[in-house]
């Protein structure tokens, strides 16, 4: 399933991340685009159906996995290929991007619990023995991150592990080939997923040492789809335990600080939710 519904709704692409390559279209797909057809808002008798019409005219093949109210009076809330998206409950207006309350000061949208929700879930369909962690003892805070061997972002924060880890933040690292499935980084993903010593050979990896090319029942596909599924378009890409995208490279200290910041933020309403 493509994770963008459309050209025009590409998301801003993090400078501190490196791009997916373009994918080639899926088996059955045309590679040469058609002509989008004639948008007719008001498709359905409830919000929520025009909401998923919407989608289905932009984007027949796109799969919408939630529909529910938004924050924002007279608007949906959508989840479609990994993308956030408002749209209209008459279905004829769409955002996506940020969406700023004024008297709450935050990003409504990079906020959505539902959005959240919706990685979390994902994410906790990959067993833990499939990921490659670096963890210190009695970590405070644990971070999910899709990663490449060949980024140089994602080198740059592994690079970077020990004092990440000094911070007190464990890293599940999932596999995230960017060139796609059945390139060559997706088969040196597979040969680090494959070896003995998974964490050495991933830090070799991504030092530019040579890895032997090894196969076997391995995650990596399981885990670039998820990534996919997500919304993922670059790496590398961090998210919270609690579904929260944090960025993509960020130095530790600055790691550290935004896990802070969301955990300040949980408090109160935790606070709330245990008083009698």
Not at 118 to 140: C, D, G, M, W
Not at 165 to 170: K, L, P, V
Request: charged residues 20%; hydrophobic residues 40%.
């Amino acid at each position: 399933m493509p994770r963008l519904i459309t050209a025009a709704l590409l998301g801003a692409l993090s400078l501190s991340a490196c791009a997916q390559a373009p994918q080639p279209p899926a088996k059955g797909e045309a590679a040469a685009a058609t002509p989008a057809p004639q948008f007719k808002p008001g498709q359905g008798a409830t919000a929520d159906e025009r909401a998923r019409s919407a989608v289905a005219q932009l984007n027949p093949r796109a799969k919408v996995d939630y529909v529910g109210a938004a924050p924002l009076p007279g608007f949906r809330e959508v989840i479609a290929g990994g993308q956030l998206l408002y749209i209209s409950d008459d279905g004829r207006y769409l955002m996506q991007g940020a969406v700023i309350d004024l008297q709450q000061q935050e990003d409504v949208m990079q906020n959505s619990a539902a959005l959240a929700k919706y990685r979390t879930q994902l994410i906790a369909t990959i067993p833990h023995s499939e990921k490659i962690v670096f963890a210190p003892p009695n970590a405070k805070y644990t971070v999910t991150v899709f990663t490449d061997i060949e980024c140089g972002y994602c080198r740059k924060l592994h690079e970077e592990i020990a004092e990440i880890n000094r911070q007190g933040i464990a890293v599940e690292y999932l596999a995230f080939p960017r060139m796609g499935l059945g390139s060559q980084d997706h088969k040196d993903m597979i040969s680090v997923w494959c070896a003995p010593d998974r964490k050495r050979a991933l830090t070799d990896a991504k030092a530019g040492k040579s890895i032997a090319s090894r196969d076997c029942k391995n995650p990596v596909t399981m885990e670039f789809d998820v990534g996919q599924r997500i919304g993922v378009s670059g790496t590398p890409a961090i998210f919270s335990a609690e579904g929260v995208q944090l960025g993509g490279y960020l130095p530790p200290a600055a790691l550290r600080a935004k896990l802070d910041e969301l955990a300040a933020k949980r408090a109160p309403a935790a606070a709330a939710g245990a008083a009698p």
